[in-house]
């Protein structure tokens, strides 16, 4: 007997549950299209040397690899390897297929993908991501847009309470530099401020001694995010007040003017503006800490989260360098990422799921006394669905007793009972097991009783 | 600069080809639906355990291993591998939620599955598999079912020509016995006349010679062909025609008599009798060398061929001893699958592909003279989007000429121009592309001005 669960960290989806994911990825897909986004589906395998190198040391490390094939097998080696994101393999495909592709593109991109992470709660081995990404343009429209787009999925979705943090990577490093942090522990300090928001600033202090960041740069951090939180609660969130408090930060953070006043700085306020102008304009905030792990962005990042949620259920920004890596050439992007299971997992906690997807397998079940009756059920199993009725055809001769409670136990609400006085009559009685009552009907006639009855019943 | 392509027998799917890929999956799952199927996913990677030993020699060999993770890696050894069907995931999801399941269960399953195949047309190393599977019942009631709802998928899509042909493993076994095949020989010989379709006889023949089968036997097996090949010819195909050249088989040929009247015969006749009551009754004819690679099989197989594409599009058949492998304790099983790609490969030469799918990305485009106007384009964009309207803001200042021509490209129908005069009059003006027309619509009624027009031309 073998084992029978998933492997580590992943999961088996029941049909309640895929439902549940079939619904939000639908009300996700309606919305991108609406920004005009179009489906993009890439392999779930990807040569190893595609994806490394493109995500950092902590990524590289989670990449689930393919053994090569064959021969080769014994050899240990690998060749291909397990998607970790949707965001390099689209960088690849927009150098591949350069000729077929718009100028400016937008895509959408729903699929799985794969990381050998430590699994906890929100967070599995195999997950999908919701992508939008538009390529070939810097304006600061774009990120405007692409926040607008995950801002109205999951208003569509019924949230109403959730923040999009915005920082700029660049912006990132010129305050890194204003507080004396030697550019070559710039990377090294960014993965320890990129879990702020996770472990607080006491550990984030630890971890910056630990990764060679000297005190005196640690107080000037700890300093600028005691401002920050300041700013923060002082100001409610939307992009007017993410605006005053950049101007702020240059204002009464000395070493910083030069910062709000910097390329980056400039660009950042642009995309505040932009966004000020969109559906996302009441959702989001500065966040001068916000570092995102990801080592392919380059200019505005963004993260969404909510109160309920360690993590967040989305992120962003803009990689101006990623798809240079592929094709030779620079071709600006910006995108913003959804997490399916995130999301998932706070509307099961809040009860955000709409009544109807709860619906049953069928609206009627065909059942014979007898097993001779069987090629009758099957010929009326046909007519009812030719009608387009849902319908299951109930296979052995059980007792009818049984039969019902089987479709009662699936909230099948109609069986269509075929007993040697029907089949030599050519009726069938219609049982409606809530109601308890039952109906004979000539059989060609079946189908549209059944869907009256349902039309009445709304 | 790095590699391009996708992986090796692996594709990407631009927004045209995941259009129609999602036109057949749509199809598809209405049918499945209709039949009560219910839907299921599993994850794309199993145990390596899972999968091992299910498939016979060949499979085992085409399945897509993963390296352990972290300082195992370094071992050269794979704990996971890809999933190779929805069958044998399938089988483990039965054993492992048996608790949450019914008794019977039916479910369809959508997703890709990987072999580490040879590439050709219409195979690929990642390909999806649309299945429908039953569980719980040895009724030939379910065979019914499974091949009139595939039948139904293929006819919703617009084949008409389909042919499922449909044998019996067990059967099968008694062909080879009564040829004088010793039971060693049978795995080695199936594995030789699964080819029979693809080679032709001659090849067969041989592979049967190499593979240790007698001379004898070898004859008797090519002379059984050539009386098949007459009941074939000479009745039409469905299952009364089947019916006939099964009892025919038993009469005309004499070793055969047993075979015919054996469980496995009668098992077949109940197939054939309850498929005569489905929409699936023209489709099928009896093929008594069908073998179907797969090992797991036990009872009735199914095959789907159209006259223009070397393989299948589909099968599937019986395998009651499945989940037994993983449960314990045995629960009969049969189900079906369809070629998502050998679909698409068909449907794409034959231009079956319903025209609207060739739709734009977008319903109108908003274009800036400036990138002053920026904002207020964003503003609009919101405007149109709340009513419905698939909207792209072009994110540049590009000349105006240059924005349009895109549009055209893209075959968006209309653009909506912000000048400096439309903003200072809070208007804009909408062009229609090919009807080289404008109207100039306060921005606030532009929306249903376009979703007017839009009625308009139906």
């Known amino acids: 007997m073998a084992r029978t669960e998933p492997a580590r960290g992943m999961r088996d989806f029941l ?21 005009g986004f179009e489906p993009l589906e890439t392999p779930a395998v990807e040569n190893l040397e595609t994806l490394l190198g493109k995500y950092g040391d902590e990524g590289n490390q989670l990449i689930f690899k393919i053994l090569k094939r064959g021969e080769h097998e014994a050899s240990g080696q690998a060749d291909l390897a397990l998607r970790y994101d949707l965001t390099v393999p689209l960088a690849r495909v927009i150098a591949h297929h350069q000729s077929r592709l ?8 729903i699929q799985p993908v794969w990381r050998a992470d430590r699994p906890a709660r929100g967070r599995f081995r195999e997950f999908y991501q919701c992508d939008v990404d538009a390529l070939g343009s810097t ?43 030697t550019p070559d522990r710039h990377a090294t300090a960014l993965v320890a401020l990129d ?56 204002e009464t953070y000395d070493t910083m003017s030069s910062v709000v006043t910097g390329d980056a700085g400039e660009n950042l306020r642009l995309v505040f503006e932009a966004i000020g102008q969109t559906s996302a304009a009441s959702r989001v905030v500065y966040d001068p800490f916000l570092a995102r792990g990801l080592s392919y962005y380059t200019g505005a990042i963004m993260e969404i989260n909510v109160a309920d949620l360690a993590g967040s259920l989305g992120g962003g920004g803009r990689y101006d360098d990623l798809v240079g890596m592929f094709l030779g050439q620079p071709v600006p992007a910006c995108g913003f990422s959804l997490g399916l299971e995130r ?4 509307m099961a906690e809040r009860d955000m799921f709409p009544a109807p997807l709860h619906g049953s397998a069928a609206d009627v079940m065909v059942s014979v006394f007898e097993a001779a009756g069987s090629p009758h ?42 007993g040697s006085d029907e089949i030599a009559a050519g009726t ?22 059944i869907l009256e009855a349902l039309r009445r019943r709304g």
Chains 1, 2 share one sequence.
């Open 15 to 35: 049909p309640e549950d895929v439902r549940r994911r079939e619904h939000v990825i639908g009300v996700i897909t309606a919305v991108y299209e609406r920004y």
């Open 102 to 109: 718009p100028r400016l593109f937008r895509r959408y991109q």
């Open 139 to 181: 304006s600061p429209v774009v990120e405007a847009e692409v926040c607008a787009a995950v801002s109205d999925a999951l208003e569509a979705l019924g949230f109403d309470d959730f923040v999009i943090r915005v920082n700029h990577r660049q912006m990132l490093t010129d305050v890194l530099n204003a507080a004396g942090v």
């Open 195 to 250: 879990k702020l928001d996770k472990v607080g600033l006491a550990d984030v202090k630890g971890e910056l001694a630990d990764r060679g960041v000297s005190a005196e740069s640690i107080r000037a951090i700890s300093g600028l995010h005691e401002s920050a939180k300041v700013f923060g609660e002082n100001a409610p969130k939307g992009a007017e007040s993410s605006l005053t408090m950049l101007r702020g930060l240059g």
């Open 343 to 346: 999301i998932l997992v706070v």
């Open 377 to 418: 059920a099957l010929r009326l199993a046909g007519l009812l669905r030719a009608a387009g009725l849902r319908v299951i055809v109930y296979p052995d001769a059980d007792k009818i007793g049984k039969q019902i409670k089987y479709a009662d136990s699936l909230g099948i609400p109609r069986v269509a009972l075929l």
């Open 428 to 449: 069938v009685t219609v049982r409606t097991l809530a109601a308890r009552t039952q109906e004979i009907h000539p059989q060609e006639a079946a189908a549209a009783a």
